[in-house]
């Protein structure tokens, strides 16, 4: 039998450290040994104060940053993929069919519509595109962008704006696996609802998402479990 | 499993007492992305050339992987063969887009000839074709008639685009094809190759010094320095955690905007 709530994710003594070459070669060790496990239809929000590490766990995660050790599983189609050990387009499929990623800032082509950048994040996996644009509109409506915007390009919009953008194209193509890093830094409180009611729908749909929250009603809000990253004492 | 595209191994070549690929190793699977990023002398254009056939390496073996899979030699072709392949399955973009246009026919003309080069002959078709392709890097199918040297820079640039692609090739090598542009007009180029490319499922090899450029294309890539690869790999990931000292170098020396 299979659990209601597998595993999807799992870290296995995951370690990474940055050699500044441009600052005399300093390592800069920030996690070490990590091992985290990640089931889906569940929220685990990561904890600990600023500089423990926890935006470069969640690059790691989505092969932003190259893991020194150890092994990123994640449960890719009906397989398990190494992501830290992965061939980039093996790493590329994946974030394609399985692993989403709202990273703190909006990076987009110039000149291309709001419009055409969410809605690229289901044409790229196939969906009509008018049915893609369908969609698209849809959940720009729910996060509070107005029409007018969705023909514009982001690229003068206000933070708050951007971050929704970034929401929406994060959100949609309904990925197994959802990482989020800081999703509501910019927002105020009727859009702080609008994602964690997204949050919950991903959720009740069996999506996996790992999170870094700072605003705790928000935290308190989708959280199922946090945990917790403490600080590594730099090498000498 | 697909197969690579092109594949090299072991690439050398010199210019004197100066190694331009001092044991370069590159490969590029079928409608993927890769970038080639180093500063000037860092043998990246070199690269190119050898890769798509026009120079030949000191050492070294550059396969290319036809529609039927056959893989062939590259710089053991026969020079008819060759010529055919760069009219059929491959493009090529120049930096300047006066190397590749012929100035003194029209921009019709310009897509037109790559058509007939590779057998179209039915005029009302390739004019048809050449209106489509026109349209496809916004350039007013109104200007189909006129000469290449009334258009600007980037209508230029477009204009090349338009005639690389007309024939449909499987692998296009892109020379810095946003550069010498306006920041605008760059933008909108960057944006219809974007495009373009991933409709039609085209694989790229695009040296370029803009790491902006790269990052917003590609799906892999190359630095390059001194004639050899320092560092390569998914482009976001080289980008944003470069390892090696001169990749770092090279991602901290740009500019913010």
């Known amino acids: ?236 | 499993m697909s197969e690579h595209l092109l594949s090299a191994t072991g690439l050398h070549l010199s210019f004197g007492a100066i190694w331009a690929l001092d044991g370069v190793d590159a490969t590029l699977w079928p409608g993927e992305i890769l970038a080639v990023v180093g500063e000037s002398g860092s043998g990246k254009t070199t690269l190119l050339h050898v890769l798509s056939g026009r120079s030949a390496p000191d050492a070294g073996l550059v396969a290319y992987r036809d529609t039927e899979g056959v893989a062939h030699n590259v710089h053991a072709m026969p020079a008819p063969q060759l010529r055919a392949l760069h009219r059929s399955d491959w493009g090529f973009v120049h930096q300047n887009p006066r190397d590749a246009l012929r100035m003194e026919v029209s921009a019709g003309g310009n897509v037109g000839e790559r058509l007939m080069a590779q057998g179209a002959r039915h005029y009302g078709v390739i004019r048809e074709s050449a209106i489509d392709w026109l349209r496809q890097v916004e350039i007013s199918p109104s200007r189909i008639d006129d000469m290449p040297h009334t258009f600007s820079g980037g209508m230029l640039q477009r204009l090349q685009i338009a005639r690389t692609l007309a024939t449909h090739p499987r692998l296009v090598f892109m020379d810095e094809p946003t550069g010498g542009l306006d920041v605008s007009v760059q933008a909108r180029l960057l944006d219809l190759i974007r495009t373009l490319v991933a409709r039609l499922g085209i694989a790229v090899v695009l040296v370029t010094h803009d790491i902006a450029v790269a990052r917003l294309l590609a799906d892999r890539i190359l630095v390059m320095r001194h004639g050899r690869v320092v560092e390569g790999g998914l482009t976001d990931q080289v980008l944003d955690d470069p390892q090696h000292p001169y990749t770092q170098l090279l991602v901290s020396s740009v500019l913010q905007a």
């Not at chain 1, 309904?174 to 910019?186: F, Y």
């Open chain 1, 1 to 236: 039998m299979r659990p209601a709530h597998p595993e999807v994710l799992r870290t296995e003594a995951l370690g990474k450290s940055f050699t500044l070459h441009m600052q005399g070669g300093v390592t800069i060790p920030v996690l070490r040994d990590l091992g985290l496990t990640l089931r889906a239809g569940e929220c685990v929000v990561l904890s600990g104060p600023s500089g423990t590490g926890k935006s470069t766990l969640i690059r790691s995660l989505y092969g932003n940053y190259r893991a020194d050790t150890g092994r990123i599983m994640i449960r890719h189609g009906g397989d398990w993929v190494d992501l830290a050990h992965a061939d980039p387009r093996v790493v590329l499929a994946v974030r394609r069919d399985t692993l989403g990623y709202v990273s703190q800032f909006l990076r987009v082509v110039p000149r291309v519509s709001t419009l055409e950048i969410v809605a690229e994040a289901l044409t790229s996996r196939g969906t009509p595109p008018d049915e893609a644009k369908l969609r698209a509109r849809s959940m720009l409506l729910r996060l509070n962008l107005v029409p007018h915007l969705h023909d514009l390009p982001p690229a003068t919009f206000s933070g708050g704006e951007q971050q929704r953008v970034n929401l929406a194209r994060g959100f949609i193509p309904n990925h197994p696996i959802l990482l989020l890093d800081e999703p509501t830094s910019s927002l105020d409180a009727v859009n702080r609802d609008a994602v964690v009611e997204l949050v919950a729908e991903a959720k009740a749909a069996g999506t996996a998402i790992l999170a870094i929250v700072h605003d705790m009603t928000t935290r308190d809000a989708i959280a199922d479990r946090l945990f917790h990253l403490t600080p590594l004492r730099e090498a000498a």
